[in-house]
């Protein structure tokens, strides 16, 4: 499917594309709120600016793309790949991430408060300022990854894997 008629097809109010192929799509600074975009091939993607808000993206592959700036506060991306994508400044609040593939991603002061990032795989992510207040990082694998300056208070980190990571000026509650 191409961009332009997924594009009309939202408009026209369909909202469930699952499984689409929209690999290398350009939706940047589009509105698809709500979308469906289960199982959805959606790697290299320009999403950067969209707003995702409340979309579901379970199991979709989006390895490489840009979703920087983009509004997916709200949204199930749980067991989405997301290897090597681009979510710098993204609001993401709220959104489940649970055994989602983030290794390599660049979430730089991306917002993941209150956000379900269980069992995800943020190996050698960069996470350089991300506001991860309120999220729950249970047995995630932080190995690697760049923590510094995030903000990790009233962070669930029970079983987390931070080996190799670095945490230098990370925000941490004064308890942990």
């Known amino acids: 499917m191409k961009a332009d008629q997924l594009l009309k097809n939202y408009a026209a109010g369909v909202r469930d594309f699952t499984g689409v192929n929209l690999s290398e799509a350009n939706l940047r600074e ?4 709500g979308i469906i975009l289960d199982k959805a091939i959606l790697d290299g993607a320009n999403l950067s600016h969209a707003n995702l808000a409340q979309a579901s993206l379970i199991e979709a592959d989006l390895n490489g793309a840009d979703l920087s700036n983009a ?3 709200g949204s199930n991306l749980s067991k989405a790949i997301l290897d090597g994508a681009i979510l710098d ?3 993401m609040e709220g959104a489940n991430l649970s055994q989602a593939d983030l290794t390599v991603a660049k979430l730089i002061e991306t917002n ?3 956000a379900d990032l ?3 795989n943020l190996m050698a992510a960069n996470l350089d300022g991300a506001d991860l207040s309120g999220a729950d990082l249970t047995v995630a ?3 690697q990854a760049n ?3 995030a903000d990790l208070n009233q962070t669930n980190l029970s079983g987390a894997n931070f080996d ?3 945490i230098e000026g990370t925000i941490l509650d004064e308890n942990v």
């Open 147 to 149: 923590l510094a300056q």
């Open 89 to 91: 400044g993204a609001a």
């Open 30 to 33: 589009a509105n698809l709120s």
């Open 118 to 120: 269980q069992e995800a």
């Open 164 to 166: 190799g990571a670095n």
């Open 141 to 143: 694998d932080l190995s």
């Open 112 to 114: 993941l408060s209150e």
């Open 71 to 73: 509004d997916l506060s």
